[in-house]
T-cell receptor
Framework: NAGVMQNPRHLVRRRGQEARLRCSPM?????VYWYRQLPEEGLKFMVY????????ESGMPKERFSAEFPKEGPSILRIQQVVRGDSAAYFC????????????FGSGTRLTVV | QQPVQSPQAVILREGEDAVINCSSS?????VHWYRQKHGEAPVFLMI?????EQKGHEKISASFNEKKQQSSLYLTASQLSYSGTYFC????????????FGQGTILTVHP
């Protein structure tokens, strides 16, 4: 019973490149959430998705960031033209439903922009 | 609106107790508690739904006062393994699913 799988664990990108972060939710979980965490800080909400739908992207920067959760395959968080300020840990979480269900977090992707 | 946690940091010796508080300016449907160890993913501890229920998980329990929009996490007879950063997550009053997390409380347990 695999948990939430994120890959890669570590990603190094040069300024201006694209970063693609993948998240496969737990089996049976249809709700996916992406959070960003800067060193020694809390978890900042980015986006909430269900299969083929973005439910809430109020935490996503308007430019360069996008997310999807296709019918088949993992959820993808895409950052175009990365800048040094994008360096952070990106966590994906999934839940089986809303209104009383806890999140299961993946191990995160640590993005470093050089 | 981000919930506010207090204290920001706690240092304990093994066997001592601690309380971590979480306050929201908005009505809440539920409060979640998570623990994160350095360099690892947050781990779900428990969820409390409105109704003032109290939950327990071994020596870790929590309460939820929906009128005051507050929750407290109680750690009794602390163990070294309790060290980490504790986050509360709140839902802004709906069963919608999206959580906003507090800034975290760093708990350090010494032998």
């Amino acid at each position: 019973n695999a948990g939430v799988m994120q890959n890669p664990r570590h990603l190094v990108r040069r300024r201006g490149q694209e970063a693609r972060l993948r998240c496969s939710p737990m089996k049976g979980h249809s709700h996916v959430y992406w959070y960003r965490q800067l060193p020694e800080e809390g978890l900042k909400f980015m986006v909430y998705l269900q299969k083929e739908n973005i439910i809430d992207e109020s935490g996503m920067p308007k430019e360069r960031f996008s997310a999807e959760f296709p019918k088949e395959g993992p959820s993808i968080l895409r950052i175009q033209q990365v800048v040094r300020g994008d360096s952070a840990a990106y966590f994906c979480a999934s839940s089986v439903g809303t209104g009383g269900y806890g999140y299961t977090f993946g191990s995160g992707t640590r993005l470093t922009v050089v | 609106q981000q919930p506010v946690q207090s204290p920001q940091a706690v240092i304990l010796r093994e066997g001592e107790d601690a309380v971590i508080n979480c306050s929201s300016s908005k009505a809440l449907y539920s409060v979640h508690w998570y623990r994160q160890k350095h360099g690892e993913a947050p781990v779900f501890l428990m969820i409390l739904l409105k109704g003032g229920e109290q939950k327990g998980h071994e020596k870790i329990s929590a309460s939820f006062n929906e009128k005051k929009q507050q929750s407290s996490l109680y750690l009794t007879a602390s163990q070294l393994s309790y060290s980490g950063t504790y986050f509360c997550g709140t839902d802004g009053g709906t069963s919608y699913g999206k959580l906003t997390f507090g800034q975290g409380t760093i708990l350090t347990v010494h032998p």
